[in-house]
């Protein structure tokens, strides 16, 4: 069986990655398996509010001005900026219906590469 969690456990638990993100989060958007980090963006503070099992980030729309490397984006992953510490992996990419939804999933070294939207949906 399954286990089932209120929605008050589940926003509680949600609210807890916000304060492991801290002050200074940033999501890092990748290839597969974040073999190559495409784009690294700092996280509003506090990174998000959580309703009803979904964590929602804020101040989106939010842009990464030079993206680090060219290729397809595919996974990200939440990391505090100072040690690099990962909060938040497996997350999906994509320009809608994804956890993390970019203006474009094509990637070059050099361009602007916008975050539209970011939630986290509580199993």
Known sequence: MAVIYTTAVKNARL???????????????????????????ALANP?????????????????????????TAAAARIRTASGGTDIVTGLTVGTSGSDINLDSVSITAGQTVTINSATITHA
């Open 15 to 41: 609210e807890a990655v916000v304060t492991q993100i801290g002050t200074t989060g940033v999501l890092e958007i990748g290839t597969t398996g974040m073999g190559t980090v495409l784009a690294t963006i």
């Open 47 to 71: 990174a998000g509010t959580a309703a009803s099992g979904v964590l929602t980030f804020s101040g989106f729309p939010r842009s990464d001005t030079s993206a680090d490397n060219t290729g």
